[in-house]
């Protein structure tokens, strides 16, 4: 199914079936005649490499919509009158779509591992288009030539013998999913001017051990690292103010992070389960570490919370087993339930005077044995404290400026 390039449904068609054309991933041109009186609804889903339909049938298909068996849905253009666009293919197996001022590398029909895209001069200026080489399990080796400054999302989405790419200066964007999966992928170099790292770009990129982010770089999007089992090291480039969420989710032998002082905001299980960070240095700026942004890293040995942070959210250090003393920055006002949980070897916790919130099960299965509070015991009963927020494994003493109180 997928040397099927192109259907020019004849005229006369009225029914077209549930899963007729379903995940014939080489279909790059559908021609709807105006016979047709029903689509069923998965006739063309995932056929990702749709890049035009004419449509001379009643129905309205609209670019990016799952209705009429997702026959829009991945589409580039949808035309009702007369052929608008050219398909052409060269002796190498690359397929080009162009439509008005724009060219796309849409489809690579050969079968070498080793591929060098075609060169500028050659065709003219192109973007490799979304899913372009998607699921070409056998292509080891790609080079992209000077002058593409675009690489589409899902470009080399489970490509899974890929280790390796070459990617030139010219490229400032590289889409969303664009190497999820890419198994094998070792070595790649990002461009100087890429200004983004899209969401979950190198998500499942196993092999990656490191990857060097430009300065350029001031925008990461969710996942973009997602499971990158072997990456050992990131450094985050100035210029950046937030990690969004899952960025470096099930890093595993995630080891040496260096943040920027530019970053305020730490997102949703951004570390979590990153099991070989034992530590790491927040920056001054910090602001925010949302929920679950370090849990079950269960070898961080220490963080140290800077004076600025004014929430930790729920779960956000859950189950860091070898974190032993932890102090609340005076800046905080609220911990979020079960932020601390689980954190079987913590045994000290100073809180700041300000704080207003201790959500349920913040300090749940630890094994404090000391809490200090910065401010008075007068001060400790305006607090809202959500039920069983302090069930330790042990007794603790209740440490105030004016006094202390021992509990069981």
């Known amino acids: 199914m997928r040397k099927f390039e192109e259907a020019a449904l004849p005229e006369g068609l009225k029914n077209i079936g549930d899963c007729a054309f379903f995940g014939c ?35 309205e298909i609209t670019k990016g919509s799952t209705a009429h068996g997702y026959l829009g849905s991945y589409a580039l253009n949808v035309f009702t009158g007369a052929e608008q666009s050219i398909i052409t293919k060269t002796d190498e197996g690359f397929m080009f779509y162009a439509y008005e001022d724009n060219k796309l590398l849409i489809n690579y ?45 899902s470009a080399f989405t489970d490509c899974i013998s890929l280790t390796k790419v070459v990617i030139p200066q010219s490229v400032t964007y590289i889409g969303g999913y664009a190497f999820f999966g890419c198994k094998n992928l070792a070595e790649i170099e990002l461009p100087e001017n890429l200004t983004e790292i899209s969401s979950y770009t190198f998500c499942h990129c196993e092999s990656l051990k490191s ?20 990456l050992e090291c990131i450094e985050i480039p100035e210029g950046v103010t937030a990690l969004p969420r899952d960025l470096f989710i099930g890093c595993t032998n995630l080891k040496t992070v260096k943040l920027t002082q530019s970053l305020s905001v730490i997102g949703e299980s951004v570390f979590r389960e990153c099991t070989g960070l034992e530590k790491i240095d927040l920056p001054d700026g910090l602001r925010e570490i949302k929920a679950r942004a370090f849990e079950e890293c269960v ?5 140290v919370i800077p004076d600025g942070v004014t929430e930790i ?26 932020a601390f949980r689980q954190c079987s070897n913590l045994k000290s916790i100073t809180l700041p005077a300000r704080i ?8 749940r299965e630890t094994s404090v044995s000391e809490i200090i509070f910065k ?27 004016d006094g202390q109180i021992k509990s069981n």
């Open 211 to 230: 990857i060097a982010i430009p300065k350029s770089v001031n925008t990461f999007k969710d996942g973009a690292f997602f499971a990158c089992v072997s």
């Open 356 to 363: 207003k919130y201790i959500g349920e099960y913040a300090f």
């Open 299 to 303: 070898n961080l040995k220490a963080v």
């Open 109 to 153: 029909t050969g079968k070498q591992k080793k591929i060098t895209l075609p060169a500028i001069s050659e065709v003219g200026y192109y973007k490799i288009g979304a899913s372009a080489f998607s699921k070409r399990e056998y292509i080891t080796e790609v080079t992209v030539p000077d002058g593409v400054q675009t690489i589409g999302g």
């Open 313 to 338: 959210g729920s779960y956000a250090f859950r189950k860091c087993d070898n974190i032993e003393s932890v102090v609340i920055p005076d800046s905080v006002i609220e911990i979020k339930s079960c």
């Open 375 to 401: 401010g008075t015991v007068e001060q400790w009963n305006t607090i809202m404290a959500k039920t069983h927020w302090n069930i330790f494994h042990c007794d603790y003493t209740f440490y105030c400026t």
């Open 25 to 59: 991933s080489g279909l790059v041109s559908v021609t709807l005649p105006s016979s047709v009186e029903s689509i069923d609804s998965e006739a063309f889903k995932f056929c990702e490499r749709i890049a035009v339909v004419y449509n001379h049938s009643d129905f």
